[in-house]
Nanobody, 115 residues
Framework: QVHLVESGGGLVQPGGSLRLSCAAS????????MGWYRQAPGKEREWVAV???????DYAESMKGRFTISRDNAKNTVYLQMNSLKPEDTAVYYC?????????WGQGTQVTVSS
């Protein structure tokens, strides 16, 4: 079974950037879709972005133009480049792999946007 480990979170000022990484323990080449989700304190987990194994991407409306999802199959890693960060982007960010009807989650990485 694939295991996912997120990294790259931290504290950043409003307007700043961060790049999150999601490293898989196995090959991601054949995983149909990998996505990023986030959960802010007191809120439900929400979808952020997805990338298919064909490279097709999609984003939640509020992230379009600011976030970019990408994958490096050779490194078994999915990235989330986040620019123009806002305080409301503060959350724990999770990576998820979708394999058939099964979801595999990472442990999450904290992103805090604050001055």
């Amino acid at each position: 079974q694939v295991h996912l480990v997120e990294s790259g979170g931290g504290l950043v000022q409003p307007g700043g950037s961060l790049r999150l990484s999601c490293a898989a323990s196995g090959s991601i080449f054949s995983i149909p879709a990998m996505g990023w989700y986030r959960q802010a304190p007191g809120k439900e987990r929400e979808w952020v972005a997805v990338i298919t194994n064909g490279g097709t991407t999609d984003y939640a409306e509020s992230m379009k133009g600011r976030f970019t999802i990408s994958r490096d199959n050779a490194k078994n890693t999915v990235y989330l480049q986040m620019n123009s960060l806002k305080p409301e982007d503060t959350a724990v960010y999770y990576c998820r792999a979708t394999i058939a009807s099964m979801f595999i989650w990472g442990q999450g990485t904290q992103v805090t946007v604050s001055s």
